[in-house]
């Protein structure tokens, strides 16, 4: 890491992480690297696509502000599985994709996290060209990390680190529902 101009500490060299699988703890992992991060002075940008519903982790960025900042692209329902998607849906995704390439470009985060993007993807919300063009033009001193079910394999062979999540058990199979401050 090396200061710039303003004297806060940048990363030299940025990679590009996906966070994968059917399995809980993608979204929870990138929030561990930005509290991780904000430990060390960087600051963390995390789009989230496809949630507009309030999660737990908006109240602890709220607290952390300009270390992690968070911003949804979402309705606070659930998309469901239509062919083709729902406009809102798409608009929706494309402004959110516009606004987290802005902050990728901004020059004040160190992190940007597309969370739920690979999962957008699948949605037929963003294409992989969308996700391709963000790994070709990232800044150089800028990590990005995507995340969601489901990443396309032309994303994963672009990627410097690709963790998949996967499921030994879940007490969602035996009828536990998601908790307050555990799972949102």
């Not at 809980?24 to 430990?39: E, H, I, P, V, W």
């Not at 270390?67 to 599985?81: A, C, P, S, W």
Request: net charge negative.
């Amino acid at each position: 890491m090396a200061p710039n101009s303003d004297n806060r500490i940048r990363l030299e060299k940025g990679y590009v992480q996906i966070y994968t699988g059917n399995c809980k703890g993608k979204t929870t992992a990138a929030l561990g690297l930005a509290f991780r991060a904000m430990g060390s002075g960087l600051r963390t940008f995390i789009g989230q696509f496809m949630k507009g519903q309030h999660y737990g982790e908006l109240d602890a960025a709220a607290r952390v502000t300009p270390f992690i900042t968070i911003e949804q692209y979402g309705r606070k329902d659930l998309v469901h599985v239509k062919a083709p998607p729902l406009p809102e849906d798409v608009r929706m995704a494309q402004d959110g994709l516009t606004c987290a390439r802005r902050a990728m470009f901004s020059g004040d985060y160190d992190i940007v996290v597309f969370d739920e993007i690979l999962t957008a993807h699948w949605f037929h919300l963003i294409s992989v060209e969308d996700i391709l063009e963000l790994v070709r033009t990232k800044p150089d001193n800028v990590e990005i990390v995507f995340t969601g079910r489901y990443a396309p394999q032309e994303i994963i062979d672009v990627a410097d680190l690709v963790t998949e999540m996967t499921e030994v058990r879940h007490y969602y199979v035996q009828g536990v529902c998601a908790r307050r401050g555990i799972e949102f």
